[in-house]
């Protein structure tokens, strides 16, 4: 059997990272054509005997020097004109990191890599735009029934910095009181015996994330219902 | 830029059916090798200037003479040895229908076209047992978000059979007086002055979906935690 199709298969990886209290996205300077020096989601063609998963790492690597584990597949692009060149088809996967953990370097396909406020974007190549919005959408409904984002904080954090946390990955206001109450009747945050300031008021308690717990209500569905 | 690869794209249609309160699957039999005379998902190649949401619903057509203007995009399945014959991903989407509604025919690559039942699936081509797997979960984790399938109804319904839709998708018992107390305090079911036999006990109220409601909840988000 004999199939005429010329598409070609890419990968993209929409990298999201949580800094100072800000939520940031990994971005690859392109070195070449097409949008040549514009900026773009780090990603390339698939090999012909490599998983999805292997190549949307490999390309990461290759481009930013930043190797990630796991990446969710998020959705295929596939409209036909999206690449001016030919038709290629995108399988975007994404993932949320702490920035400081890697140390990113641009190389191959890449001529820079930084890591931009996800407020004060670039211009982007492709339907890149597209894929970010799309990799937004899902994160932000992720966190309303998954606890997602402990690893982004420090072993020992203030409630502050999970609501903080929490409030900037689904870029909208939270009610204190409540999400409080319903995050500690999960009990997936352990309250410690001591206390640290938060730079402005009086110093209040630490708090852990009890792991075991969070497997456990993972595994039952999760419902914060933000 | 030439790229040197050889990945074909295919897509994959999982039809799930409800019918006589149990959940059907649509399955072709294949007419050509591999897999020759084995039972499959219906789908197919891409074609060049084809979007996939264009090519899964022309392959369907074509294979089965199921015509469903939206298929929701599952998950793309790119494991490098899924196809005997060459390296092929498949774009996998999905739908939930009402059987009666369609005249299945087997056409093109098609030898027969049936309605299974999910319970008593033949063996299955490539990896679309995997395939349907996932797309199972997917279904059943949306149930609990979102109402889903009050089109698979009559206009007017016994609660009874509303409760029998989410338990026979779900897969397991529903705690009646919770799932109905829940249930009706969204506002999306209105209670009739209409009565009718289940065929067992007394007759009951019947129940007509709104609509106006049900748009409301899901733009709002919507939550059963079934």
Known sequence: MT??????????????????????????????????????????????NESLEAAVQRELREETNVTINYLEQLYTFG????????RAIAVAYYALVKPD???????????????????????LAFDHAEIIRHALRRLRNKLTYEPV??????????????????????????DRRN???????????????????????RPANLFQFNEDQYFKMKNQGFYFEL
């Open 179 to 201: 999400f409080r109450k319903k995050v500690m009747s999960f009990g997936i945050l352990t309250e410690l015996d001591e206390k640290r300031s938060d730079g402005k008021g």
């Open 101 to 123: 953990a890697f140390e990113i370097a641009a190389s191959t396909d890449a001529d820079d890599v930084r890591w931009f406020d996800i407020n004060a974007l670039p211009e």
């Open 3 to 48: 199939i005429s199709q010329t598409i070609k298969v890419a990968v993209d990886a929409v990298v999201f990272g949580y800094r100072n209290q800000a939520l940031h996205l990994l971005l690859i300077q392109r070195k070449l054509q097409p949008y040549e020096g514009g900026w773009a989601l780090p990603g390339g063609f698939v090999l012909d």
């Open 149 to 174: 984002g402990f690893g982004l904080l420090s072993e020992k954090f203030l409630f502050s910095d999970f609501e903080k946390l929490y409030s900037t990955l689904l870029n909208k206001p939270i």
């Open 79 to 86: 409209a036909p004109e999206r690449d001016p060149r030919f």
